[in-house]
């Protein structure tokens, strides 16, 4: 059972209350930290948690990764819009190739934090519409739907990628 840590919920998950649900909860081993200061909070749960920790992952469409995987967190939870780049990165770090992997991070970023501060959700939907693998965007409410100047940046950073959303359904 994985547990997201994600404050914008409205509720704040302590290191302590996490460790916690491990031992109380059987089957919670997995864990998604979407808050400030990501890894020094996977650093604290690793610390704290020990072997009953069994997937720390970072999350917020990996827009804080090398940080994490260099805290212990064992992967990520990307959005759907471009994990055939970000396994090479999973893969360099895991081999302790550091340095490949934080010059291929560097080369997704600014698309993960155009989608992470300007877009959300929409961003993948827009890109796997874009590719042929789904047939709308719509986002329901409250979402709005996403500006036309949104879309066209967004568009030419993901075009300089080519990740596979865009070319999947065609």
């Not at 998950?13 to 909860?25: K, Y």
């Not at 490949?100 to 991070?105: F, G, K, P, T, V």
Request: charged share 20%.
């Amino acid at each position: 059972i994985m547990v997201q840590d994600a404050p914008l919920s409205g509720v704040e998950l302590s290191v302590d209350l996490l460790v916690r649900l491990t031992q109380e909860a059987p089957g919670v081993c997995y864990f998604e930290i979407e808050t400030p200061q990501t890894a020094d909070k996977l650093r604290a749960l690793i610390d704290a948690g020990g072997d009953a920790i069994l997937g720390p992952f970072d999350g917020e469409e990996s827009i804080t990764l090398i940080a994490d995987l260099n805290a212990g967190a064992s992967g990520t939870m990307p959005s759907a819009l471009l994990p055939d780049l970000i396994k090479p990165i999973l893969s360099n770090h895991k081999e302790g190739n550091l340095k490949r992997a934080s010059e291929l991070y560097a080369e997704i970023l600014p698309l993960i934090n155009f989608e992470n501060r300007q877009c959300g959700l929409r961003a993948c939907k827009t890109v796997m519409k874009e590719g042929g693998v789904i047939a709308s965007d719509y986002v329901r409410h409250p979402l709005p739907a996403m500006p036309q100047e949104t879309r066209t940046q967004l568009m030419e950073l993901t075009r300089r990628l080519n990740p596979l959303t865009l070319t999947w359904g065609r």
